[in-house]
């Protein structure tokens, strides 16, 4: 009972950031919703198998506007939001493996060029494991427009966490 009053705190929050995203950009401003509901049989994270049996289900839900868009040296700015969870039908008692909670800010300037930092924040629901602090930074340059051809796009990364 307390996974899904835990679930339905966690969407109401993001309800109301979309909300305030949606209410603080300006008209021009583009607001986008998406969500879905995954259904397989394995979860791998970051090269690590999570579940054994046979189904793991993942809902989230991802809310994304775009704030600005100018001609100057800050060509546009970015917000999404979102969660994307894990319950796992082996576990005993509580089935919710994992919720994660995200912001992302974007920030694009000529030439292609782009910078965005994701804080995401990974919790367990149902206390398998502490809860994660991550951090990432992104450096991207889109050049398609220069290759006369399929988009080719340099990225550079770097993450921070911490555990709680």
């Given amino acids: 009972m307390a996974s899904i009053r835990a ?15 949606m209410l603080a950009a300006p008209a021009s401003a583009q607001v986008a919703v998406s969500g879905a509901l995954d259904i397989t049989n394995r979860y791998n994270f970051r090269g690590i198998r999570q579940n054994v049996d046979p189904v793991a289900i993942f809902p989230y839900v991802d809310v994304g506007g775009t704030a600005y868009k100018g001609d100057g ?81 340099l990225n550079s990364s770097h993450v921070s966490e911490s555990r709680m």
């Fill in 7 to 21: 679930m339905r705190w966690g969407l109401s929050v993001l309800g109301a950031l979309a909300a305030v995203v």
């Fill in 73 to 153: 040296g800050l060509k546009s700015a970015a917000l999404n939001v979102g969660t994307w969870n894990s319950l796992h039908s082996e576990l005993d008692g509580n089935k919710w493996w994992e919720m994660d909670l995200y912001a992302k800010a974007t920030f694009g300037f000529g030439g292609g060029v782009s910078l965005a930092t994701l804080y995401t924040n990974y919790r367990s629901p149902g206390d398998y494991w502490a809860t994660i602090n991550e951090l990432a930074f992104t450096l991207a340059v889109d050049d398609s427009a220069k290759l006369d051809r399929k988009s080719t796009r």
